[in-house]
């Protein structure tokens, strides 16, 4: 018999799974490393997407009417009737809860701003960089920059033009997140995955150098699990093989599926509510409506608003406003479980959508909702916190515009709020 030459299997195996592992390890870190960056700032956008809505929306609430300038040397900005110049408020409450800072412009030129430059002074009547004014004021399309200089800091930002009622642009809303920020973020998302990577390799490596033989398969299945992740793949878990062993390998995979876990909830779940979000929404909408239009069968979509939502923030606090959204989402969760979903459309918006119910079916189901909310008092440091919601609600079938539906059941919704609120519409 030939006797076997010492150390070449064991560095044979090493050249065939060690080495490949930690280049492995590095490829999904950097490909982690990019999906996560691209998730966050799909985030990011629709963050401060989201909230420009809302601050737009605020603005017009307060201040009826539309922008008009007079003065020639020294401008006076107003909306409607009310001086825009020095009123600040609104814009520094919006900065000391979400740390986001807030810019308005009057055409290329800043009226209203939370940027101030190293001495603490706003950055008022400075002028927006030209490739800013070009796509945004002058493009009319709003616009997400990933990285932008604003008064010599970098920010992830998003410009948004602002009309007046005769839909002519007048000028720009700005939205920026500083960027040491996001980086914050970002690697408090990537670190944990990067040392789960590295984790898996050394624990790889040990298994292969005592059990080669039996280890090849299952180094197969983790490597098709993690590169799924890499790809951004959610759905599949890891092969129930390896998480049911009791050793590191089994450890191997519970960490996967628990990365696995962490990014779903990132990308697809609302942090507070743990509601979908909106982007999971529009996915599931668009499975619903895909549905209805093979069976040809309607379904039915909700747009609900916490009334007068600002005003319990004003008076109890926004500790008290996160508990309203979350009771809120609990009751709404509870009863869509078997009807439909529920998710958080932004803010203290929230859509329902409803499947294999007729359009009055869904109404009364929505009355009851209203009337639950009704019921619903929050508990909130020895105070007890009355909520209403307004409702719009507008059918569709398998062919109906989803956009349009959405403006529908928007229109309802705000015609609710006009008449009264605590209502449904439609």
């Known amino acids: 018999m ?8 064991y560095t044979t195996l090493l050249n065939m799974t060690l080495v490949p592992i930690v280049v492995l390890g590095i490829v999904l870190t950097i490909l982690s490393y990019h999906t996560c960056s691209a998730a966050l700032n799909r985030q990011v956008e629709s963050e401060l997407k989201n909230l420009s809505y809302v601050v737009l929306n605020t603005m017009e609430s307060m201040y009826p009417g539309d922008y008009k300038t007079t003065g020639d040397t020294e401008k006076v900005i107003y909306k409607g009737e009310h001086v825009l110049n020095g009123d600040y408020d609104y814009f520094d409450h919006i900065k000391e809860d979400t740390g986001i800072d807030v810019s308005l412009f009057y055409e290329d030129t800043r009226v209203l701003t939370t940027v101030e430059d190293e001495d603490g002074v706003r950055c008022v009547s400075t002028v927006c960089n030209p490739l800013t004014v070009k796509e945004v004021l002058n493009g009319q399309s709003a616009k997400f920059y990933t990285d932008i200089d604003i008064n010599g800091k970098q920010y992830q930002a998003f410009y948004m033009p602002v009309y007046n009622s005769n839909e002519v642009c007048v000028g720009m809303l700005a939205l920026a997140k500083p960027a040491k920020m996001v980086n914050a973020a970002r690697w408090q998302t990537i670190l944990p995955m990067i040392l789960i990577s590295l984790s898996c390799i050394l624990i790889v490596a040990m298994i292969c150098t005592s059990y080669a033989d039996k280890i090849v398969h299952v180094i197969h299945l983790l490597q098709d699990s993690m590169g799924r992740v890499a790809r951004g793949d959610l759905t599949e ?16 995979g519970r960490s996967v599926t628990q990365m696995q876990d962490a990014l779903h909830e990132l990308v697809e779940q609302d942090s507070l509510t743990h509601m979908y979000n909106r982007r999971k929404a529009e996915q599931k909408l668009q499975k619903i409506q895909e549905k209805a239009l093979e069976k040809e069968e309607s379904f039915t979509l909700v747009i609900g608003d916490i009334d007068n939502f600002k005003h319990i923030n004003d008076t109890y606090g926004h500790g008290c406003g996160d508990r309203v959204l979350v009771k809120t989402a609990e009751l709404l969760l509870d009863y869509m479980q078997t009807k439909g979903i529920a998710a958080r459309w932004g803010g203290e918006e929230f859509l329902l959508v409803f499947r294999h119910y007729s359009y009055t079916t869904c109404r009364d189901f929505v009355q009851e909702i209203r009337q639950k909310i009704e019921d619903l008092e929050v508990e909130y440091e020895g105070e007890k916190v009355s909520v209403t919601m307004t409702f719009g609600m507008a059918e569709g079938i398998g062919s109906t515009d989803l956009n349009q539906l959405f403006i529908l059941a928007d229109d309802r919704l705000y015609q609710g709020k006009a008449n009264g609120r605590n209502q449904v519409i439609g």
């Open 237 to 252: 878990k890891t092969d129930f093989s390896v998480l049911n062993r009791n050793d590191e390998i089994g450890d191997m």
């Open 2 to 9: 030939q006797k076997r030459k010492k150390g070449s299997l």
